[in-house]
């Protein structure tokens, strides 16, 4: 089997190395239009091959995913079209899930039964197939969801080669992860960037980051992820993620009420419901 990497970085190089190390795929080729990245895909083990042709890339392969930010997946699919065999399977690891289906049926056009998406919940803050690894996903969910002309055999073989990989599938519906992302992963990246970005443009700012402990370094750990994949989820699941900003904000409104009137017993039993509910989480993984 030879798999197609369209955009070979973490989570593309990562899945590159997981799936050959499964033995669901035996060699691959990355497509990119950086010589330099497509070099370190080669350097890290990630790809066999590399290219700058999209033909070159996708007219042999089995597999082709789409692992671009995901705003550019319409193009990727656009551009993929005509070349893919008619018995290919094409995927895709997008971090939002109705815009990137719907560019998949617009760019796929007639192909779009030969697709499915997975989206695996599991990365880092570092991007570039520098911090790539084939064990990223070891235990790891991946959200598959399934919709209207998809071809469930083609589904079938993406969520049966994730869990070959070492990874728990889960099915949803677009809309049901879009809400619950936008959730817990979109609106705590969007806070992390704010406060770090409020804080840098102080005058002392240097000074006080200096002074900045654990808790700062946990909290703000995701603002070193990817602007330009960030910036696309953002767009990409803008009313989900707005929604959620704006109950976060009614949040923080009524926990400032609480300070000004020095109300302590409103503010110990947020705090208090939060412990609970955060000390019982248990994440998947390593
Ligand atoms: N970083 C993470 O933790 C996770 C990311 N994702 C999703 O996976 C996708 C890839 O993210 P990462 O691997 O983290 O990013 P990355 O920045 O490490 O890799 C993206 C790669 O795509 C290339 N690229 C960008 N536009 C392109 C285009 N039009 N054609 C070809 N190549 C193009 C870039 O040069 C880069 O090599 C995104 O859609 C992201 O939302 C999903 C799960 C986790
Ligand atoms: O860095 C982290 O902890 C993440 O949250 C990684 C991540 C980023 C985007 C996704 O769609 C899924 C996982």
Request: glycine share 6%.
């Amino acid at each position: 089997m030879k798999m197609a990497v369209i955009g070979c970085g973490l989570i593309g190089g990562s899945m590159a190395l997981s799936w050959k190390r499964a033995g669901i795929v035996d060699e691959v080729i990355a497509f990119g239009h950086n010589p330099a990245t497509l070099q370190k895909a080669l350097d890290k083990g990630a790809a066999d091959t590399v290219t700058t042709s999209m033909e070159e890339a996708v007219k042999d392969a089995d597999i082709v995913v789409s692992a671009v930010p995901v705003e550019a997946m319409e193009s990727v699919f656009t551009e993929m079209a005509p070349f893919l065999k008619s018995d290919a399977v094409v995927t895709d690891v997008g971090s939002t899930r109705q815009t990137v289906i719907a560019a998949a049926r617009k760019g796929l056009g007639d192909k779009f039964h030969q697709y499915a998406p997975a989206h695996p919940i599991a990365g880092g803050e570092m991007p570039g197939v520098d911090y790539a690894s084939a064990d990223l996903f070891d235990e790891k969910v991946v959200i598959s969801t399934p919709d209207e002309g998809m071809d469930p055999k083609v589904v079938t073989f993406i969520e049966e080669a994730w869990r070959k990989a070492g990874a728990r599938v889960q099915a949803m519906s677009p809309l049901q992860h879009d809400l619950t992302f936008a959730s817990v992963s979109h609106l705590p990246h969007v806070l992390a960037y704010a406060l770090v970005d409020m804080i840098a443009r102080e005058e002392n700012a240097q000074e006080k980051l200096k002074m900045a402990g654990a808790g700062f370094r946990d909290f703000t750990r995701i603002a070193s992820s990817s602007p330009v994949m960030w910036r696309d989820i953002c767009l990409s699941n803008r009313e989900a993620l707005s929604h959620e900003l704006e109950r976060y904000r009614a949040s923080l409104d009524t926990l400032q009420k609480y300070i000004d009137e020095s109300d302590g017993k409103a503010l110990e039993s947020v705090f208090e419901n939060a412990v609970r509910n955060r000390r019982g989480l248990v994440f998947p993984g390593k």
